[in-house]
C-alpha cells in the first residue's frame, strides 16, 4: 500500500501562487488514482482535483477550476498540484489521496483509502 507524504504549503498573498507536492512511497504508486482534498476551519472536506493513474484523464472541483492544475509523475512518485490566482477562500489544509481508478466516484473522499497528513496553505487578502 502506498505512503503519501505532502510539502509546499505556506502564506501566500491573495493572487499568488503555490506549489503542492506529494511524495508516495511504494512501489504501486502509478498504479492508483490520486486527488487532492482541503479541509478549512469549521468546513466539511472538499474536493480539490483529481488525475488517474495514467494522467490521461483530471478533474477538477468547480471553485479551483481555471486556477490550479494538477499532475503526476509517475517515474518520481510525485503528485502536484499547481495554485495561481490564489484567493483568502482557498485557505485550508490540504490533503493529497489515493484509491483505484473509478471516474464514477472520483470526487467524493469516502473512496479513497489512503491519505497524507495534511499541509497548510493560507492566504492573506
Do not use: H
Request: overall charge positive; hydrophobic content about 35%; proline content about 2%.
Amino acid at each position: 500500500q502506498v505512503q503519501l507524504v505532502e510539502s509546499g504549503g505556506g502564506l501566500v498573498q491573495a493572487g499568488g501562487s503555490l506549489r503542492l507536492s506529494c511524495a508516495a512511497s511504494g512501489r504501486t504508486f502509478s498504479t492508483y488514482m490520486l486527488a487532492w482534498f482541503r479541509q478549512g476551519a469549521g468546513n466539511e472536506r472538499e474536493f480539490v482535483a483529481a488525475v488517474t493513474s495514467s494522467g490521461a484523464l483530471r478533474s477538477y472541483g468547480d471553485s479551483v477550476k481555471g486556477r490550479f492544475t494538477i499532475s503526476r509523475d509517475n517515474a518520481k512518485n510525485t503528485l502536484y498540484l499547481q495554485m495561481n490566482w490564489l484567493k483568502a477562500e482557498d485557505t485550508a489544509v490540504y490533503y493529497c489521496a489515493a484509491r483505484p481508478d473509478n471516474l464514477s466516484t472520483i470526487s467524493d473522499p469516502t473512496y479513497y483509502m489512503t491519505w497524507g497528513q495534511g499541509t497548510q496553505v493560507t492566504v492573506s487578502s
